[in-house]
C-alpha cells in the first residue's frame, strides 16, 4: 500500500468511525465478549467499552463539527466574488496535502 493510499484510507477510516453504524459495533463486541469469555468479562471490560462508546462520541462531535465549519466556508466561498472556487473542494483531500497547499500559500 502506497504512502498516499494509506493516508486516504486513514482518512476514510475517520469519516466511518463517525458514523451511526459505528456505534453498533460496541455492544455488538461486547456480546461477542460475553458469549466467547464470559469468564474473563469484568468491571474492566465495562470500562473498556464505555470507554470505545466515548471515543466514538467525541469522534462524531467533532466531525459534526468539521461538517458545519465546511458548510459555512462554502457558503462563503459562494457569496465571494473574488474567492476562488477550487478551494470549496479542497476538504476532499487527504489533511497532508491539505497543510501543503497551506504553506504554499502562506509563503506566496
Known amino acids: ?11 476514510q477510516l475517520g469519516v466511518k ?3 451511526p453504524a459505528a456505534f453498533l459495533v460496541v455492544p455488538l463486541y461486547g ?10 468479562f469484568s ?6 467499552l464505555a470507554t470505545w462508546f ?11 463539527d468539521t461538517q458545519a465549519i465546511h458548510a459555512k ?10 474567492a476562488r472556487t477550487e478551494l470549496a473542494a479542497i476538504d476532499q483531500q487527504d489533511p497532508e496535502d491539505i497543510e501543503e497547499h497551506r504553506t ?3 509563503i506566496d
Open 73 to 82: 466556508l462554502d457558503e462563503l466561498l459562494r457569496a465571494q466574488s473574488e
Open 31 to 40: 456480546m461477542a465478549w460475553i458469549i466467547f469469555y464470559r469468564e474473563s
Open 104 to 106: 504554499a500559500r502562506t
Open 1 to 11: 500500500m502506497s504512502g498516499n493510499s494509506f493516508r486516504h484510507w486513514l482518512t
Open 54 to 64: 466515548m471515543t466514538l462520541l467525541i469522534q462524531r462531535a467533532a466531525h459534526r
Open 17 to 19: 468511525v463517525a458514523s
Open 43 to 48: 468491571w474492566a471490560s465495562i470500562a473498556t
